[in-house]
């Protein structure tokens, strides 16, 4: 028994064109997914320049790009899946874009972990001389066997 492919679905590693879309989903699922598609982004825009303004306003000048980044990835995943949703056909490029805004941020989420401590010295300092750190803890305990205890030096924190 052989399985093939409805004569609606694309080929297998590819992503429909917009009609498709419109057409594999129906006329009203197809007006809720690209209402609701606009609507979280709208709601994110604004819930970001909510926390943009409070953050001029409270937390120290020098924090606050890093800041913007890293809260500025709701926001970046909702423009992301509006365009995915509007161009299906540019979602594999969109998903490559978006692994590297993801990089950034993660990139700027560890900045500002780093300026949180005052440095990666303030941050050595403060977990001690010999920081041993355990990564085999549950639920991970099995997985992460190889990785029993890691010593947090300088270097390896260093970018």
């Known amino acids: 028994m052989s399985l093939t492919a409805h004569p609606l679905c694309p080929p297998k590693d590819s992503y429909p064109t917009i009609d498709e879309f419109r057409l594999g989903l129906g ?3 197809s007006i809720a997914v690209h209402t609701f598609s606009a609507g979280v982004l709208v709601f994110n825009i604004v819930l970001l320049i909510i926390l943009i303004i409070r953050f001029i306003k409270t937390v120290p000048s020098r924090q606050v790009p890093s800041q913007i980044w890293v809260i500025s990835l709701p926001t970046g995943m909702a423009f992301c899946q509006f365009l995915m949703v509007f161009l299906p056909n540019a979602s594999k490029f969109l998903l490559a874009s978006f692994k590297v805004y993801e990089a950034a941020v993660i990139y700027k989420f560890v900045d500002l972990n780093l300026k949180w ?8 300092d403060s977990v001690g001389k010999n920081p041993v750190m355990r990564f085999n803890l549950p639920p991970l305990c099995c997985f992460l066997f190889c990785l029993r205890k890691t010593l947090l030096t300088r270097k390896k924190i260093q970018f």
């Open 117 to 124: 401590f005052g440095g990666e010295k303030k941050l050595l």
């Open 27 to 29: 006329k009203g699922s």
